[in-house]
């Protein structure tokens, strides 16, 4: 159980590494997302105040209370799954950093592919159509090419920013169709992350910023979604698509400034629409 798990927790890895797959549709697919949620949202305040009633206390009571909120979490799942997904972003950074250095335009148009493609898994999600609903995709698509506007295309990354971009990304684990790796794009810390990763004990400052921001991200981001989802699914995977949508603009922006057009560039954009498809298919 605990090595399929790391198995699930690479293949995760691997996709929040990718701009355009999300580790949460993974998670959704493997068949562990629900428990994640839970195992994620188990980390309550009660735990917080708990462990600090403990820590000045240490009677009998507070000892107890502490042991009841660690029986409540579900460590053993959530740290072989962080093993494997902490595994693959390792081994995998150093590649798509020779990929983007070397070959930056083929690679940037093969994320589009995937992006463009996996915004199909978020509308799948969506049951309600209604013009009402459709338009919160409007607004999450003016959203997006408001922020391809605004986000410069080269952001020089402040340990506030980088634990910004950390509390983001990890939305990834929580919302089927978006990437963590895609946030990062938008917010252009992806190939700065990349080389903290390739690179952890001379960024350890960035990398605890990054890692502090995630945790924080995942024990806020998953109560919202809980709470958005429960009042409105198909209103809240619409403005998602809309941003997925919109903020394509990004990417799109940085290849036209450097591109000199060829058919390579299409070859590559229609690999990785065609990978998403594949997949899909193959899953179903």
Same mark, same amino acid.
């Given at each position: ?72 979490? =579900?460590?053993?799942?959530? /740290? ?10 390792? *081994? !995998? @950074?150093?590649? $798509? +950093? ?100 390739? =690179?952890?004990?001379?960024? /350890? ?10 945790? *924080? !991200? @995942?024990?806020? $981001? +998953? ?62």
């Amino acid at each position: 159980m605990s090595i399929l798990l790391f198995l699930k927790g690479m293949l995760m890895g691997v996709c929040d590494l990718i701009p355009g797959i999300s580790g949460g549709t993974i998670a959704f697919i493997t068949g562990i997302y629900e428990r994640l949620i839970a195992a994620v949202k188990s980390f309550s305040p009660q735990l917080v105040k708990d462990i600090f009633s403990y820590l000045g206390k240490r009677d009998k009571k507070s000892s107890s209370a502490l042991k009841q909120s660690v029986k409540r979490l =579900d460590l053993v799942f959530l /740290v072989t799954l962080l093993a494997g997904i902490g595994t693959s972003l390792f *081994l !995998g @950074a150093h590649l $798509i +950093s020779i990929l983007l250095e070397d070959y930056y335009v083929f690679t940037i148009s093969f994320f589009i592919g995937l992006i463009l493609a996996s915004s199909k898994i978020i509308f799948d999600h969506i049951e309600n159509h209604k013009p009402a609903t459709i338009s919160f995709g409007i607004m999450g698509l003016l959203f997006g090419l408001l922020l391809a506007v605004l986000i410069p295309a080269t952001v020089e990354p402040s340990l506030f920013y980088i634990f910004i971009s950390g509390f983001l990304a990890i939305s990834a684990m929580f919302l089927p169709g978006i990437s963590g790796a895609f946030i990062l794009l938008i917010l252009g810390a992806y190939e700065f992350m990349l080389g903290v990763l390739k =690179d952890i004990p001379n960024n /350890v400052p960035y990398f605890l910023s990054f890692a502090l921001g995630a945790a *924080l !991200g @995942a024990f806020t $981001i +998953s109560r919202i979604i809980s709470y958005f989802f429960s009042k409105d699914k198909s209103k809240t995977l619409y403005v998602l698509l809309g941003l997925v949508i919109g903020a394509l603009g990004i990417p799109l922006r940085n290849i036209i400034a450097l591109a000199q057009w060829d058919i390579l560039m299409v070859i590559f954009f229609a690999l990785g629409f065609g990978v998403v498809f594949g997949a899909d298919k193959l899953i179903k």
